[in-house]
């Protein structure tokens, strides 16, 4: 059975750097079959894709995002990781970690980690 | 980007009646090499992270009720909930997986007249 676990402070301040990390189990992060990614979604407004990861290691990022964004994977410890650098309150949201099937369709989410940027 | 509308924005139905959820995309998701169209269909119930209902614009994901269907190709696609359920209360979002970025609509909510 498939579980995605999103862990990470849940509270920044500007211009600090978020660090989340997905804990991924019931599936192996290393196949070829699937690839892994990240959506967040500001209180009462709708899903924004941030990025994903393949198998190879090639990361895609949302060009509004992209010179903040960093995703990696750990599969040594069935993982995957989101940074983003020099957060504002806009970073303020729900982050989901989801796992992309079907030719890349975020099938599987996790139950989502709230991150708040308050000074 | 490929931009994604829904319409209407909300939309209020009665219990066992039909709704319906229209989405269009700014250029085509149909991936010609394998005739799939690249979208998805999502709910969203209040405090729970989105659940995939539909793939590639007609094909229920694993355990969801037949009362989900899905139309279109291209560029235009339609949500269809058949005999609606107070359980169906939510908001939908359609997205795009076609190229990133993997953009969706802005939700339409969904309630019960």
């Known amino acids: 059975h498939l579980q995605l676990h999103e862990s990470g402070p849940g509270l920044l301040k500007p211009s600090e750097t978020l660090s989340l990390t997905c804990s991924v189990s019931g599936a192996d992060i290393s196949s070829n079959t699937y690839y892994w990614g990240w959506i967040r979604q500001p209180p009462g407004k709708g899903l924004e894709w941030i990025g994903s990861?393949?198998?190879?290691?090639?990361?895609d990022y949302s060009p509004s995002l992209k010179s903040r964004v960093t995703i990696s994977t750990d599969t040594s410890k069935s993982q995957f990781s989101l940074k983003v650098k020099s957060v504002t309150a806009a970073d303020t949201a729900v982050y989901y970690c989801v796992k992309h099937e079907f030719y890349g369709c975020p099938v599987h989410w996790g139950q989502g980690a709230l991150v708040t940027v308050s000074s | 980007d490929i931009v994604m509308t829904q319409s209407p924005d909300s939309l209020a139905v009665s219990v066992g009646e039909t709704a319906t959820i229209n989405c269009r995309s700014s250029q085509s998701v149909l991936y010609t090499s394998n005739d799939k169209d690249y979208l998805g269909w999502f709910q969203q119930k209040a405090g729970q992270p989105p659940k995939l209902l539909l793939h590639?614009?007609?094909t229920r994901d694993s355990g969801v009720p037949d009362r989900f269907s899905g139309s279109g190709s291209g560029t235009n696609f339609t949500l269809t909930i058949s005999s609606l359920q107070a359980e169906d209360v939510a908001v939908y979002y359609c997205?795009?997986?076609?190229?990133?970025?993997?953009?969706f609509g802005q939700g339409t909510k969904l309630e019960i007249k």
């Open positions: 590639s614009a007609s």
């Open positions: 997205q795009q997986y076609y190229t990133p970025p993997y953009t």
């Open positions: 990861v393949y198998y190879s290691g090639w990361t």
